[in-house]
């Protein structure tokens, strides 16, 4: 009997390779888009602090891969099960997001254990991200653990500021959302260099811009920060 695979509702059209700001990760996109294409690595393991784009390009390489006709499938470790990995290796390319939340839980552990083996003996593509490199991971399965450090490691760079707004004005522009320079000259001097905190806010600008029908300006984007610093 075929195995159901779990529906995916995660991934966002607009992250996808276009909307991503490479500054110096051009070399790390590039070796993400043959992963994809050549298959010739079975396993590849994508690191780098919070906020930097690690989710974005997962499910880039996901839509990627769906969009040459292989079957790909993007998981949140935060927000799932480990049940929900049944049946995901019969998948060609799985991307697994935040494998470090899941250290230290035992059943996580060993399903993920369970899973990658028959992964692995498929041949097919695992694409990892983790806050840490392989070594710092903090699992109790050792042989887990030893598996994460086996393909192909990459860390991603952090931005400066101004690659920041630049990387903002980019995924805007995916959103269909106008910054103009004024506002991103008033967001690099004005509000927090964190991108995590930047996406949050081009949420509630795609939200306020939305409702109001209005172009985004200095005044508005000054009005959605107040209030969202208020809540």
């Known amino acids: 009997m075929a195995v159901q695979l779990p529906l995916q509702f995660d991934l966002q059209s607009e992250n996808n390779f276009d909307s991503f700001f490479p500054a110096s990760n051009q070399e ?19 690191w780098g602090e919070t906020g930097l784009g690690k989710t974005h390009l997962l499910q880039a390489c996901c839509q990627q891969a769906q969009h040459i006709g292989r079957q790909a499938f993007y998981l949140n470790l935060i927000e799932a ?24 839980n035992p059943d996580w552990e060993h399903a993920l254990f369970n899973f990658y083996n028959r992964l692995r003996e498929r041949e097919h ?28 490691t990459l860390k991603l760079k952090a931005l400066s500021d101004a690659e920041m707004i630049a990387a903002f004005r980019l995924k805007a522009q995916s959103m269909s959302i106008e910054v103009p320079d004024r506002v991103a000259r008033f967001l690099q001097q004005h509000y927090q260099s964190n991108l995590s905190a930047l996406w949050q806010l081009l949420d509630k600008i795609a939200q306020t811009t939305l409702m109001e029908k209005r172009k985004l300006s200095v005044a508005m984007i000054k009005r959605i920060i107040d209030q969202n610093g208020s809540n």
């Not at 790390?28 to 994508?46: G, S, V, W």
């Open 125 to 152: 593509q695992l694409l990892l991200t983790a806050h840490c490199p392989p070594r710092y991971l903090a699992f109790t399965l050792h042989d887990l653990k030893t598996r994460m450090g086996w393909g192909l």
């Open 28 to 46: 790390l996109l590039e070796h993400l888009q043959r992963f994809i294409h050549d298959k010739q690595e079975l396993q590849l393991y994508l």
């Open 81 to 104: 099960s480990p049940e929900i990995l049944e049946g995901l290796d019969a998948v060609e390319l799985v991307c697994l997001d935040n494998i470090d939340q899941i250290a230290g």
